[in-house]
T-cell receptor
Framework: GENVEQHPSTLSVQEGDSAVIKCTYS??????FPWYKQELGKRPQLIID?????GEKKDQRIAVTLNKTAKHFSLHITETQPEDSAVYFC??????????FGKGTRLSVIA | SAVISQKPSRDICQRGTSLTIQCQVD?????MFWYRQQPGQSLTLIAT?????????ESGFVIDKFPISRPNLTFSTLTVSNMSPEDSSIYLC?????????????FGSGTRLTVV
């Protein structure tokens, strides 16, 4: 089955700097890669996703890149703000199989 | 995206008892999933709730401990049976976000279970 590795487990950045979170996956058949943000005590919220026919996707300050050959994908957050502080999860799946999540990255943005 | 109502939001239960968690979706969805999130941890899939057939359980989870019902395309329940303190966790239901397979999941608000 699919296995998703996520790094780093914790990340601290100064407000205004960029943050990068990286994930690798094991199943070359996986073709859908979402990212979730979970604030303390709240449910995970989808923030951006990418499908395997696309190499990069951007939404305002958030971007995701995908390298199918290397089987890794990354989340990039630019101009970080204190409200970006949360736990971020990457995930992967293919077709109707369930999402498999990485272990999460706790991002702290220091004002 | 679908809107999910999950209840209860939290409960404190005695060991040896059972708790049933309900999820109601505002639209018909093909696939519903139940996840467990232990404190400070990631989301671990318990099972896929299938309408009209038995749930599909992941390794390490069994039907006797986590029976699931899926009577229609908008509703599912997860029961945590014969609870022990190790079952203390957050339980989340989720649904596939669209008619096509590759859409992001929407999550219920979660049930925070404490077993004493």
């Amino acid at each position: 089955g699919e296995n998703v590795e996520q790094h780093p487990s914790t990340l601290s950045v100064q407000e205004g700097d960029s943050a990068v979170i990286k994930c690798t996956y094991s199943d070359s058949a996986s073709n859908y890669f979402p990212w979730y943000k979970q604030e303390l005590g709240k449910r995970p919220q989808l923030i951006i996703d990418i499908r395997s026919n696309v190499g990069e996707k951007k939404d305002q300050r958030i971007a995701v890149t995908l390298n199918k050959t290397a089987k890794h994908f990354s989340l990039h957050i630019t101009e970080t703000q204190p409200e970006d502080s949360a736990v971020y999860f990457c995930a992967a799946k293919q077709g109707n199989t369930p999402l498999v999540f990485g272990k999460g990255t706790r991002l702290s943005v220091i004002a | 995206s679908a809107v999910i109502s999950q209840k209860p939001s939290r409960d404190i239960c005695q060991r040896g008892t059972s708790l049933t968690i309900q999820c109601q979706v505002d639209s018909q969805v093909t696939m519903m999933f139940w996840y467990r999130q232990q404190p400070g941890q990631s989301l671990t899939l318990i099972a896929t709730a299938n309408q009209g057939s038995e749930a599909t359980y992941e390794s390490g989870f069994v039907i006797d401990k986590f029976p699931i019902s899926r009577p229609n395309l908008t509703f599912s329940t997860l029961t945590v049976s014969n609870m022990s303190p190790e079952d203390s966790s957050i339980y989340l239901c989720s649904v596939d976000g669209g008619q096509l397979a590759n859409y992001g999941y929407t999550f219920g608000s979660g049930t925070r279970l404490t077993v004493v």
